[in-house]
């Protein structure tokens, strides 16, 4: 795949170890500065989240993006085109880097406009700050606590995803779904050993087994309060039978072979702006004509026939609430983002 070594681009692949894929961490990973949560609603246009549409971890930026209500603050550029060099900027054309008249290629320019002698992947999502002209973070769960912070209506109820009295319990269900399904998938696509890929099939499935005993008991992974770990889930389980169950042979079931989870995925679907985030062509075509290593001849599988549309009927499990930072929920009307009366 290629990386940044000391500021320049190296085809160079130090993401396995013993045949598994070992995902790296980010280096710009942090905590949001206060700052920051105060521009991204209040300065337009100083922030901008570089995303793709083929990314679970950009997509999980997008959703938080939609739903806070950040649409007109934070302008978004989503990288397109064939992959050399990592992501490109513009599919091959030249993009103008925000705050600036630096043209560039490769979204791995951004990431040495940033820091000179960079050495890392060149990962998206990027939020880019256009004023001091740098990454402030490449890190999807960084970027959604930074949006979930921001109130950009002061006379709106400020909703949160990630209320401090759940906190505890959603970090423990993002670190479990995160290694056994969000990374798991890339761990059986991208193992280089039967047992490597063995290993992380068995963890994908037992994770979804045990989530969906637990959706078919609640509407959401905290009840009927929609949090950040179910934002997080929603973007692998969109994939899930388009992209993983055959191009990373996560195939012992697929996503509608689970009755809770798959309502339960249509569900997160409804929700005003969610939609928007997702684009099943460019997610097939992007995953299987760039993955040439286990589909060498880049062919890109047809679309499974599923309604993503269908009634959910989860109203049954109870009505859909959202948290507020202040304390306590109210009820929402997902498909509009109201507060019920
Ligand atoms: N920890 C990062 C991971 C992001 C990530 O791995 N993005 C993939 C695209 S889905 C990427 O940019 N891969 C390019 C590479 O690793 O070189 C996050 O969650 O933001």
């Known amino acids: 795949m290629g990386m940044l070594i000391e500021g320049r681009w190296s085809e160079e692949d130090r993401i396995h170890s013993a045949g598994a894929f070992v995902r790296p961490a980010s280096v710009f990973d942090q905590e949001p500065r206060p700052e920051m949560i105060e521009g991204l609603g209040g300065e337009p246009g100083r922030y901008v989240l570089i995303a793709s549409l083929s990314c679970p971890w950009s997509q999980r930026a997008l959703i938080l993006r939609q739903l806070k209500g950040l649409a007109s603050t934070v302008p978004i550029h989503i990288a397109h085109g064939p992959r050399a060099e990592g992501y490109s900027a513009n599919g091959g054309a030249p993009w103008i880097v925000p705050g600036s008249a630096v043209a560039i290629l490769h979204l791995h320019q951004l990431y040495t ?12 999502p990027i939020l880019w700050d256009s004023l001091d ?30 209320p401090d009295r759940l906190r505890h319990e959603i970090e423990e269900l993002n670190a479990q779904i995160h290694a056994g399904l969000n990374n798991g998938v890339y761990r059986a696509g991208f193992a280089e050993t039967q047992a490597a890929y063995e290993s992380a099939v068995q963890e994908v499935f037992a994770t979804l087994d045990s989530l969906e005993r637990r959706l078919s008991r609640q509407r959401y992974l905290l009840d009927t309060t929609i949090t ?40 997160l679907y409804a ?40 009634p959910h009927g989860r109203q049954r499990l109870g009505p859909a609430r959202a948290a507020l930072r202040g304390g306590g929920s109210v009820e929402i009307e997902p498909a509009t983002l109201t507060v019920k009366a």
């Open 271 to 310: 929700w005003r702006g969610v939609a928007d985030t997702v684009d099943f062509q460019v997610m097939r075509e992007a995953s299987f004509a760039n993955d040439t290593s286990s589909n060498a001849n880049g062919i890109v599988a047809v679309a499974p026939d599923v309604d993503w549309h269908a």
């Open 113 to 124: 406009l940033s820091h000179p002698a960079y050495s890392g992947r060149s990962t998206v």
């Open 228 to 267: 950040d770990a179910d934002w997080r889930l929603f973007p692998t389980l969109v994939r899930f039978d388009a992209v993983y169950y055959l191009l990373h042979k996560c195939c012992r079931r697929r996503l509608v072979d689970y009755p809770a989870l798959w309502a339960y995925a249509r569900d």
């Open 133 to 162: 002209r740098r990454i402030v973070s490449n890190e999807s769960a960084v970027i959604m606590r930074a949006f979930d912070a921001v109130q950009v209506d002061p006379l709106a109820p400020d909703l949160t995803f990630l």
